[in-house]
Each structure stands twice: as structure tokens, then as C-alpha cells.
């Protein structure tokens, strides 16, 4: 699974394995919603909004390598 990043090149991204990924963009920037199971299997649901402009492809890299480490408490 690839993101497209505003120069319209397709990239990987550490959240790849996604069971669900729906990009909605508007006027303020993009909407990533993303259900993701971790590889211990606990399943996380992300809302990220990344803002509008350049700054959304340096936003957007380290916030996906972060949540690919997310783990549960349990």
C-alpha cells in the first residue's frame, strides 16, 4: 500500500498492512482514517488530519513511522 504525497509520486509507508485506508481531501487538508491491527494483533483505529501545503509530506512521514509502534497495554 502506497500515499500519495503532492508531487503525486506513490510511496510506501509504515502502515502498509492496513485492513482499512480512506484518504478524504478538502480545503483544510487531507483526512487519513486507518484501521490497522499491530503485529501482536491488537487492532487500532487512526484519524489523522494533515495540514494543507508543503508541510503536509513532512507531517505526514514521522506521524505514520510513530503509530506503526503503537501497542496495547494489555
Known sequence: MGN???SGELVEHPLGSAELYLQAAGDKGINDYIVWKSETGDA???RLHNPKGE???DFAGPVLVSLSTVQSDS
Open 55 to 57: 508541510e503536509a509530506s
Open 44 to 46: 487500532f483505529l487512526f
Open 4 to 6: 500519495k504525497l503532492n
